[in-house]
């Protein structure tokens, strides 16, 4: 019965596979350079193609100079995942037994939702996103479908959570949300967003944060999940550390190694995902990695440090074109008119 199983998961992958290039072979025509450019609240998205690739990112319409990158793809290999730290993130398949349902708050150019879809045909991916030029470019340009196993919601990820019902539970949440300056709202870095995230979460569920080496809060916001989370372990790419918050049993390295073993066999994802696993340090290392760990703050609502708020993009640009009623792209929660469309009618950020 196993066999048949696998032979019928395999049976649709192929076909699945197939009309993923399906949807990409269009863009095989495309010349090289830019082939999106759109302004979107306080960015722009732009899509750059070189040759097979394709990199979407968000330009800063005040500081051009920034430019984060949020989502690579291979035109020759659209399940291959080129960000190291995207191949990290698909470690969280390693704590559920068995995995159900799983939520992406930031969708980007959806390649975890994509590759949950591909590879687990009865997991269903909720994903949500406040930028909704940045699904459509998604959905155009990175051969993304929706369908009755994968939606996205156009909302704050922090209320979509606390809207959601938390039955039936998600077996892995993962939050990767950033601004093109690589600013993180702080309303989904505090201990409370955690505790929404844990409330969602099945007995046996993980929480996987993206978070930016180079965040100036990044002990904070460690030291900040560590309250909520018994069980972390955080695996260090370049430029990147991916944090894995369970809700249920702790992993030994070795044990998550040999996990991780057994899903690439299974699988045989395009990508190594042993490579990221012998890079995941536990939690317990964390106070020799992570300079001032154990002094720094846990960020709780309502009380920021004063100085967070210092790498928000300017919200005033001749460009911005947010709709009053959309969620504002600080993620504050609050919808654009109330928060920063005010300020950018008053002409002050």
């Given amino acids: 019965m196993h066999k048949n199983k696998q032979a019928a998961q395999k049976a649709w992958q192929a076909k699945n596979l197939a009309a993923i290039k399906q949807r990409l072979d269009w863009l095989r025509d495309q010349p090289d350079g830019i082939i999106f450019f759109e302004p979107s609240g306080v960015h722009f998205i732009v ?41 990290a993130a698909m470690l969280g398949l390693v704590w559920p037994d068995e995995l159900k349902r799983a939520c992406v708050i930031g969708f980007g150019g959806g390649r975890i939702p994509m ?12 994903c949500a996103d406040i930028d ?81 080496d180079s965040d100036p809060f990044y002990a904070e916001k460690m030291k900040t999940i560590q309250t909520v989370f018994e069980h972390i372990c955080v695996c260090v790419t370049a430029g990147n550390s991916v944090i894995f918050a369970a809700r249920g049993q702790s992993l030994a390295e070795a044990e998550l190694i040999n996990r991780a073993e057994a899903l690439q066999e299974y699988h045989q994802f395009s990508f190594s995902l042993v ?15 992570v300079t001032n760990l154990d002094q720094a703050q846990i960020f709780i609502d309502g009380a920021p440090p004063i100085s967070y708020f210092d790498y928000l993009p300017s919200f005033n640009t001749a460009f911005n074109t947010v709709a009053p009623n959309h969620p504002c792209p600080c993620g504050s929660g609050k919808i654009f008119e109330q928060c920063h469309g005010r300020k950018a009618a008053t002409g002050r950020d």
């Fill in 47 to 87: 899509v750059i193609k070189d040759k097979s690739r394709l990199r979407l990112g968000l330009l800063e319409q005040a500081n051009p100079r920034t430019n984060l990158t949020q989502s690579w793809l291979d035109l020759d290999d659209p399940l291959y995942l080129p960000a190291f730290y995207t191949q």
């Fill in 132 to 212: 909704p030029l940045m699904v459509d470019a998604a959905l155009k340009l990175f051969g993304l479908q929706i369908d009755d196993r994968l939606s996205v919601a156009i909302q704050d990820g922090r209320e979509y959570l606390a809207q959601r019902n938390p039955n039936p539970p998600c077996d892995l949440i993962f939050v990767d949300v950033f601004l093109g300056n690589g600013y993180t709202p702080y309303r989904l870095a505090t201990k409370e967003f955690y505790n929404l995230c844990l409330s969602h979460l099945s007995k046996e569920g993980a929480l996987i944060v993206n978070i930016l």
């Fill in 115 to 126: 590759l949950l879809h591909h590879y687990l045909p009865e997991v269903v991916v909720e």
């Fill in 275 to 289: 490579n990221r696993a012998v890079q995941v340090k536990a939690g317990s290392t964390l106070s020799e990695r």
